[in-house]
């Protein structure tokens, strides 16, 4: 049962910014929706391992260095698409 | 306007690419369908242009395609069907482009979809929901909504999807084309935005198997910059056989469950009595976990949503709204920039990994995805391909589900176990029920999509459901 609480909790960890409008009307489908994931208490899964890939995969190892497979793209490029940028950099909300 | 690949290059020969290319062009333009978010006009004359000058003999050389828009182009808007991507240009092309390029393809334009592929209706799309060809008061599926109402509406003759749950086989079901999930890892995902990163592939869609599969010999292939991608030779098309005979069809009753319409259930049986007529055999097989794929699935694509999605912060692409502080801002930007199912997909897959729940859900359903996996694997050893409903139901009306997340969510039940197992899976066209198309799924073992196609192709040449095309548009 995912609470009030946890509702302004998990949408913190979310960044998403919930009116209290939304609060009440998010909470009772996700209430719904969890209750039916619920179903997955009565399986066994004792000594089962979890499947993170279905396939048997290793880490892929590349140089470390720019060019050959690896996407390079200039400073514009990377700026391109920056609704707020400054010298170069992407422009961040301030901290405080 | 329904025409194969031969039948278009025949023409592009007699005429040209560019001709070709301006009849889709002003099919879209006059279509209601809403099928494309972005229609690249001048893109494709041009580039069809550039194909009858210089005579090209690839693969599908002066051949319209539409692609998803959450696959990136670059130069071309890329949305994902969301106000968070509104404006976005990709500064480069994924690999599945890149390819479609080479062989000589005309981008036409980007499909509609459920926003970040979250949906089976493409009715969350920002930019409105997309229209089944066969009855525009029905939902064409999704997520790929777009890219299979496009095929089935004439307005293209080839898409790209993408399936993670189901998002190409279930709008293929229900616009009566083809539609193919390969195995995981068979078809790069560089380039394709991340909903669900462990579940999801790019995928083929086509009036005819014949169709499908020579666009997915040209996408299909390693790619090193995605580590998931598998180093293969394979040629599909090569595959194509007329020919069952000896095909072991297994036919699992946990995929003709309750809340399957009859009609559908009919259908399916009668094309595995097609099958059998030609030389194959069925046998029923048991997949125990069926039951459970669907909250498991469900929990799993939540949960790699949430972190996958984590990057759309105004910061670098997208929307921006007015600067407070850090924290408030990314904030601010999410809650305006998402849709109301993203949201929930965001929220629920946060619960499921946070503190304190992380192992009774996330780490549960990736257990249950190795029963799941495991009931393939056994299923395998004994067919050679699983045949099922791919949707339960044929499409049904826009705004039926749409307020019910969770009965929205039970349509994917015969599709999400196949991305939970990363088996390939085929959707083929096999009856009609009230004037709306049926899809059959022929399942296939990992990397075995030679098998599927060859079932899928048999059946299709020996009956005609995928010839039929939906009429007043």
Redesign the interface.
Known sequence: M?TKE??E??????????SDNDKEK?SP??N???D??G???E?D?ED????????P?S??F?EDEVGG???T?TQD??L?????KQDGF?K????? | MWASINELKERIHADSSEEIVAEYLERIGSSRLNAFITVDGDGAISRAREIDSENSDGALAGIPIAIKDNISTKGLFTTCASHILK???P??DAHVIERLKEAGAVIIGKTNMDEFAMGTSTETSFYGAAKNPWNTDRVPGGSSGGSAAAVAGGEVPLSLGSDTGGSVRCPASFCGVVGLKPT??VISRYGLISYAN?LEQIGPLATSVRDLATLFDVVAGHD??D??S?DRKSTYYSALKNDVKGLKIGVPAEYFGEGTDEAVEKSVWDAIHTLEDLGAAHTPVNMP?T??AL??Y??IAMSEA?SNL?RF????????TG??????????V??AG?GEEV??R???G??AL?AGYHDR?Y?????????I?RDFERAFNDVDVLVAPTMPYPAFRPGEKIDD??SL?LSDVDTVPIN???VPSISVPCGFSGGLPIGMQVIGK?FDEATILRTAYTFEENTDYHTKRPEGL
């Open positions: 995912i946890d509702l909790h998990i949408a913190w960890l979310s960044r998403l910014e919930l998010y489908k996700l719904t929706i969890l039916y994931f179903e997955l208490d399986v899964t089962v391992e979890p499947t993170y890939h279905v396939l995969l880490n892929v590349r497979t690896t996407i793209l490029e990377a391109s698409n920056a609704p707020k992407f961040a909300p301030g901290m405080m | 404006g976005y240009v500064p480069y995981y890892g462990s090193p910059r580590s998931t598998v976990h039951k459970y909250s498991a469900y929990i949430s984590a912060d105004g910061m670098r692409y997208g929307l921006r600067d407070t502080n850090w924290h408030t801002t990314f904030s601010q999410r809650a998402f949201k929930r965001i929220l629920l946060t619960y946070s859900y780490l549960k359903a990736l257990k249950v995805r190795t029963l996996k997340p969770l969510y939970l197992a990363g990992h």
